[in-house]
């Protein structure tokens, strides 16, 4: 199978769906962001610390990672189309998970009572990167309100969800660090 096609040459795309737009329109914006953040994952999950706790940080990690697959399809898939009976939406349940997941996390950390920078182990770096750019794609998610490319409700469930992932990407930074032995940067005034 060739890797290349061609039919993007001319500044269009494919949907899901489908249908054939601009490459720099929102949803492209918007799930391309997805894609970028599910790589900076995989850096994430390439640079943890050679210990024991870290296989369960990977199995979460691999969990966030197909997740996001499944959001990059439903900013892909165009309302009422099709192909939405072949879609996972991302609801309650997925980002309920992800409130549990911080919550264990950070019961395992010491009590936060400054900001910190973002850095120390690689893949603490790694983790503060993917926040931020967590929250670049719920901005691009954002803008797709009122388009009608989407239900609003589904848009919500996305944003929610980004949103619960750029807080688990803070305590997985600073868990990171601890798991690799790094004192988190404070902020000094």
């Known amino acids: 199978m060739k890797i290349y096609t061609g039919t993007g040459d001319s500044g269009k795309t494919s949907l899901f769906s489908g249908e054939r737009i601009a490459k720099n329109d929102d949803r492209i914006e918007a799930y391309g962001t997805i894609d970028e953040l599910n790589s900076i994952i995989g850096a994430i999950a390439a640079a943890l610390p050679s210990v024991s706790e870290a296989e369960a940080v990977k199995d979460k990690i691999f969990r966030i990672q197909s997740d996001l697959f499944r959001v990059g399809a439903m900013l892909a898939t165009t309302a009422d189309s099709t ?28 009590e936060l009572k400054a900001f910190i920078l973002p850095g120390g182990h690689t893949s603490a770096s790694w983790s503060h990167v993917a926040r931020t750019v967590c929250r670049r794609s719920e901005r691009r998610i954002t803008a797709l309100l009122g388009k009608n490319h989407l239900p609003e409700d ?36």
């Open 154 to 189: 589904s848009i919500i469930c996305l944003l929610t969800y980004i949103n619960r992932l750029s807080d688990f990407f803070f305590v997985l930074a600073r868990y990171c660090n601890k798991l690799a032995g790094v004192e988190d940067q404070v902020l000094h005034k």
């Open 83 to 110: 192909a939405c009976a072949y879609l996972h939406p991302i609801g309650k349940k997925d980002f309920r998970w992800l409130e549990e997941q911080v919550d264990q996390i950070q019961l395992q950390l010491p």
